[in-house]
């Protein structure tokens, strides 16, 4: 299941980083230079893992990126201010806002799911 979950997820990195620069608003999110650049490099690493990886370093994968991207919403609703729950990492460069914590809770839960579902041992089909 994690390999599944990362080659998924590793394309929709992939696409979301290429789109960010032609469309920085896309589904109302703030897609800047270094939130595009973060997600091609998600991507790849993901798709890599999900492709070329085992069962255990995909597991290991989703376990870590989900933790991260979990925390990430949290506190992004958490240390957020103003009506968008503005959270400010490098002004001008990477800012989240109440889209951009929703969508990484989903995906925090998402890789989570994938890492938790799949057991270290099991051979890849």
């Known amino acids: 299941m994690a390999n599944k979950v990362c080659t998924i997820l590793g394309v929709v990195f992939l696409l979301v980083g290429i789109l960010g620069f032609v469309m920085p608003s896309l589904l109302g999110a703030h897609l800047m ?7 091609l490099v998600t991507g790849v690493l993901a798709l890599y893992v999900g492709l070329k990886g085992s069962a255990g370093g995909a597991k290991t994968f989703c376990l870590v990126f ?7 919403g949290i506190c992004g609703f958490v240390m957020g201010t103003g009506a968008d729950r503005m959270l400010v990492v490098m002004a001008g460069q ?3 806002g109440t889209i951009d914590h929703a969508i990484h ?4 839960i998402i890789f989570l799911i994938g890492g938790l579902t799949t057991r270290s041992s099991a051979a890849r089909p």
């Open 66 to 72: 989900g933790v991260v991207y979990l925390l990430l």
């Open 33 to 39: 230079l270094a939130h595009n650049i973060v997600h």
């Open 94 to 96: 990477l800012e989240f």
């Open 105 to 108: 809770l989903l995906l925090g």
